[in-house]
């Protein structure tokens, strides 16, 4: 699964030169690693809506799910409603 | 009015980083698109959200930002930045029915992105503009450029021209009857009789100045019209004529027949010894197309030397000093620059 | 070199549908922002909205515009421009004259017509008659044509801040001997376009916003055309004169696409430009219509760059409470309503303020009184960082 969310998260945040093994699970996404920025995290809460039915209505709130790879997959178990 | 020191260009053509014109790049079903070189400078969390005129503007901008310490301004013309990612968000606003929507492509959608981009990447906090007046919105950044020379004598600007070809524009044009009916080359653009052209893109950059010494060109020149009447344009061109000696005229003629009639009356305006050359076929129709023929007037009075590919009528050899370049954007807002040679 | 007078001043906006219109709303402290918006998006009726109460119909009849492919966007500004110029009495010969500029500034342009946009590009319907009317130029062509203007013009796209662009630019081209006279303004109409992008920013208040408010949460949008005619001192003997554009300034904020830089470095900057170019010190702004647009960031950054600037931060206050966000037209709202406080000697209350923010601690003006003002300054700051600042003085 976090495969598949690697490469979600690639094409939803059009990071093209980057595959999926390039990402680190414990890499963080914001800041250093990746270095995403807030529109980003916005980006992410509609691909949690859209690929597993999981609705974030706080954008502060979804920081702490957005960390890194392992923070959100565990996230998406636990509350995926697709 | 002001002088030119750095011009860079990305276009269909080969002409970023040693412009060369003996090879003519085809269109392909009535476009001609820009050849992109690699964005080495470009950091990839920003290169991933800038759509085409916003790449290519950043990427003719790098040179000119490397080279030179201190920008005081950066002003730049397009019709067309932003419009792809409007476009992009808009099919969200649709397909989803307004619902939970993503927003980088809204975020970069504003006409003034490339200015924007360009002052981020190079920690730039002074004068940003962008003016949007479609056919004109390249005269009218020389014209924004040449007011602030005038205001701070000893600045130096950042200058430019882009605009994209998206499949939005390229599809409202074609519905709106501005390119040809069936497919045609650039090879042979002049060649028809018939309403149309071909669509293109491009971003042009300069650095902008009061300085004389080493100045690749100077813009003499900017005069604006705003008309569809052929007797303005040829009174407009006899008045240049009567104030200078051209020995280039660089005409925007683009094959859509309906526009033929302003071409011609400046071409029968002009002196015998006046070489005409045309640049259309090179970078296709589109907004901004003047900063193409503004950056084609710069390489021939660097290189003293017109090249084969856009002579419709020669001269004979002499020293090459004045350009006049006439444009018009779908015979409506028309355009007069002077560039002359230092 | 000449001084550079407002002798008009035309105006629409969700408080008014001219400027005498604004003028009383202003007076009695009118909010024009409400969820009873016609506009046919998912959010009306859920967000609110300052809309413009005219429907395109009235606003065609009122001007006697019908053609087909006419946009809400180049009505409204035609609509504001009539007011303009007839306020200044300019003459046709003048409004035609090649030493006329004409700048005006828009970010929707014709996108608010979203559903046949979409339709045209994807080729999923007849062509509709707005092809040619998308572009941010074609309502100032369209304008350019209906007025037989043959002058300099121009379109502005720089965001938010477009219109007080157009504002400063007419005023440099004046002043640089390029132009005789200028009218400049912008306008924007409300678009599923913006509507969705700000919600999707996150940034769209469901509630009247609160500028400066310690509680904010966000902007509304609001619809707006304001256009200003300027002509040059010695043109305006037995004119009526509002005010001097006395100092302008555009700075970029360098930072990021969307959001400005904690320090609000670009309005501090644009600002500082605008009292250089004024010659004057900063204590001597009586009052500042600030950008304020309700959002956490805009407010904080604006109000940082402000004490950065000023010892003693001025009297303020965001008409956006009153209006909504006008987007294209927001510079030269701010800038027409600064003309009237200082021509009619008032400053008008901000709206829907209760607590001022912990970290900056500013408080807008709250109520309405007569007050003779020397100096005021008009803030507009826009995506991409683009931000600009007027300064208007009493004559």
């Not at chain 2, 397009?78 to 619902?99: C, I, R, W």
């Not at chain 2, 998206?166 to 009789?193: H, M, Q, R, V």
């Not at chain 2, 010494?213 to 052929?230: G, H, S």
Request: charged residues 20%.
């Amino acid at each position: 699964m976090k495969e598949q969310l690697k490469k979600q998260i690639i094409t939803f945040l059009n990071l093209r030169d980057l595959k999926p093994e390039d990402i680190k699970d414990d890499e963080p996404l914001f800041g250093e690693g990746l270095g995403l920025d807030s529109i980003d995290s916005l980006e992410l809460i509609v691909l949690l809506q859209r690929e597993y039915g999981i609705s974030i209505k706080d954008p502060k709130e979804g920081r702490k799910v957005l960390v890194d790879v392992n923070t959100m997959a565990d996230y998406i178990e636990k509350n995926r409603t697709k | 009015m002001f002088y030119i020191h750095q011009a860079y260009c990305i276009s269909p053509q080969q002409t970023f980083i040693n412009a060369g014109w003996n090879v003519l790049h085809e269109s392909s079903d009535n476009q001609l698109k820009v050849i992109e070189p690699a964005y080495e400078n470009i950091p990839r969390n920003l290169l991933r959200r800038m759509g085409r005129s916003v790449r290519t503007g950043v990427g003719a901008a790098f040179p000119i930002l490397n080279e030179t310490k201190d920008i005081d301004g950066i002003i730049i013309g397009t019709a067309t930045a932003g419009k792809e990612d409007s476009f992009f968000f808009l099919k969200q606003v649709m397909e989803y029915e307004e619902g939970l929507l993503t927003p980088a492509n809204f975020v970069q959608s504003t006409g003034n992105a490339i200015a924007s981009q360009i002052g981020i990447l190079s920690h730039n906090t002074s004068y940003n503009i962008t003016h949007v007046h479609e056919g004109l919105a390249f005269e009218n950044a020389m014209l924004d450029v040449a007011l602030l020379l005038q205001e701070n004598s000893e600045n130096h600007y950042l200058l430019g021209g882009a605009d994209e070809l998206s499949d939005y524009d390229f599809n409202l044009n074609k519905l709106a009857g501005c390119y040809k009916e069936g497919i045609t080359s650039n090879k042979n653009l002049y060649e028809s009789d018939t309403p149309g052209t071909i669509a293109g893109e491009g971003a042009v950059m300069f650095l902008a100045n009061n300085v004389q010494e080493n100045a690749i060109a100077k813009i003499d020149i900017i005069k604006t019209l705003f008309t569809t009447n052929v007797e303005e344009i040829q009174q407009a061109i006899k008045t240049l004529l009567a104030q200078y000696s051209i020995d280039i005229f660089i005409s925007g003629e683009n094959g859509d027949n309906r526009h033929t009639r302003f071409y011609a009356a400046c071409e029968e305006a002009l002196k015998d010894d006046t070489a005409i050359i045309r640049f259309k076929h090179l970078c296709g129709e589109y907004p901004t197309a003047s900063a193409f023929a503004t950056f084609l007037a710069c390489d021939i009075l660097q290189k003293q030397n017109i090249p084969d590919a856009v002579i419709k009528k020669s001269a004979s050899e002499k020293q090459l000093k004045n350009i006049l370049l006439y444009n018009n954007y779908q015979g409506k807002q028309h355009s007069f620059v002077l560039v002359s040679g230092v | 070199m000449s001084r550079i007078f407002i002798t008009g001043i035309g105006i629409i906006t969700a408080i008014g549908n001219n400027a005498n219109e604004n003028r009383a709303s202003l007076i009695n402290g009118v909010c024009g922002i409400n969820t009873k918006t016609k506009y046919p998006s998912k959010y009306s009726g859920v967000l609110p909205f300052g809309e413009i109460a005219l429907t395109n119909t009235e606003l065609m009849d009122k001007l006697s515009i019908h053609n087909k492919g006419i946009t809400r966007t180049t009505l409204l500004a035609i609509h504001a421009i009539e007011e303009a110029i007839s306020d200044a009495q300019l003459s046709v010969g003048e409004i035609s004259g090649y030493d006329t500029a004409f700048i005006s500034a828009t970010t929707v342009g014709g996108m608010s017509k979203t559903e046949d946009l979409y339709h045209d590009v994807m080729a999923t319907r007849e062509p509709s008659p707005y092809i040619t009317s998308y572009d941010v130029s074609a309502s100032t062509i369209f304008i350019q044509e209906h007025y037989c203007i043959k002058g300099y013009s121009n379109t502005i796209n720089t965001a938010c801040s477009s219109s007080a662009n157009a504002v400063m630019l007419g005023a440099r081209m004046m002043k640089g001997g390029m132009a005789e006279r200028a009218i400049v303004g912008g306008v924007d109409c409300l678009s599923k376009m913006t509507i969705n992008g700000f919600n999707a920013l996150q940034i769209l208040s469901d509630e009247v916003c609160r500028p400066f408010d310690k509680n904010r949460k966000g902007l509304n949008l609001g619809e707006g055309a304001a256009f200003l005619v300027l002509e040059k001192e010695e043109n305006c003997t037995h004119k009526k004169i509002y005010a001097e554009v006395k100092g302008y300034g555009n700075a970029n904020d360098a930072y990021h696409a969307s959001s400005t830089s904690d320090n609000g470095d670009g309005p501090y900057f644009s600002m500082q430009a605008a009292l250089r170019t004024a010659q004057l010190n900063a204590s001597e702004i009586d009052f500042i219509n600030a950008h304020g647009t309700a959002t956490e960031n805009n407010d904080l950054t604006e109000s940082r760059a402000m004490m950065r600037l000023f010892n003693d931060v001025p009297l303020l206050m965001s008409s956006k409470a009153n209006v909504g966000h006008t987007l294209g037209a927001a510079g030269a709202v701010n800038a027409i309503y600064s003309a009237l406080s200082l021509a009619n000697e008032e400053i008008y209350a901000g709206l829907n303020f209760n607590d001022p923010a912990e970290d900056t601690g500013l408080t807008p003006n709250l109520h309405y009184k007569k007050k003779a003002l020397k100096h005021v300054m008009a803030n507009a700051f826009g995506f991409g960082g683009n931000c600009t600042s007027l300064i208007l003085s009493r004559i």
